[in-house]
Every structure is written in structure tokens, then in C-alpha cells.
């Protein structure tokens, strides 16, 4: 009589956790939300100080903060307070604000790691969606992680498909971020 019992609890294990499972598996490939918005980056060059939404706060010993160093820009540090747009257009009313930082982290290869957030305060959305992850420039879209937020975004987490959109030499990029929400409270 025990074993019979213990074969049906087991049994009734498994097909709970079987049933859970599927359901994870379903919600994985369903985001709860789906939100696209472009940020724009207009480095200071030491001419542009106006216009300029980021600078390099620090510089390998060889670099300097006005001009990002040698070819992959290793040890370059740039902090960000870019405008996010619905559009691409530089000019469109921003929704919100991109600010972090990227540190160019490899020597031989163009990529930067990224640590930002999105932040809102508009009357479509409030509150902050965070930002880290390995940014490979060279791909044509890259993923990062959405580790959390605030407000409309409190604790959602998700993937972030990022295309640089556009660039202008060293002194301006516009990426499109393609957000994924997988968490949403």
C-alpha cells in the first residue's frame, strides 16, 4: 500500500511540474510587452560642447577625452545622457533619456560593454527600464539584457535588440532598441 502511494505521488509530481514547464516554455517565447525607441549620442569632440549628449570621462594613458583612442578605442569610458525618440529623427520630442555609460573593452576587436537605463517621464510612460550587457559593434543586431526597472517597468526583464541606425564618424550614432519584455508586473 505504501509503494502504491508513494508510485501516485510521484507520478502527480511529474505531471505538475511537466504542466509548469510547459507553461514557462510557452511564456518564453511570448513577450509580455514590445516597445521600440531609438537613442541618439553626440560625443563631445572638444567643439561641440552645445550639442554633446556624451563625453569620455576616461582614456587609456596613450588617448585623451576629446578624441577616442587608436582603432578599437580600447580603455576609452564614455558617460551618456542621450534623448530617446519614438522615430528616428534626431529632432523628434524625446520620451525620455538614455544615461550610462559604454567602455570600449576589447583591443583587437571593435565592441563595448554597455550599462544603461531608459528613463521615462512622459505621459505615456514613468519610471526606468536598466540595461547590461557585451555590445559586439561589428554585428548587425546585438542582444543585450533588460535586468529590471521602476514605475510602469517595476522589476521586467527581457532582451534588447540593438541596430546601430546610423553613425557620422566618431561624433554621432543613433541605435534602435528593440525591447522584449518577458517579466511584467
Known sequence: MRLITVLLLLLLVSVGSSAASSRWRKRVHEPCKRLVFYFH?????GHNSKNATSAIVGAPSWGNTTILAGQSHFG???????PITMDNNFHSPPVGRAQGFYLYDKKDIFTAWLGFSFVFNSTQHKGSINFAGADP????TRDISVIGGTGDF???????TLTTD??????????CVDIKLYECW
Open 41 to 45: 549620442d553626440v560625443l563631445y569632440n
Open 76 to 82: 576609452d569610458l564614455v558617460v551618456f545622457d542621450d
Open 137 to 140: 559593434l561589428m554585428n548587425k
Open 154 to 160: 517595476f522589476m521586467t526583464r527581457g532582451v534588447a
Open 166 to 175: 546610423a553613425f557620422e564618424g566618431e561624433v554621432y550614432f543613433r541605435l
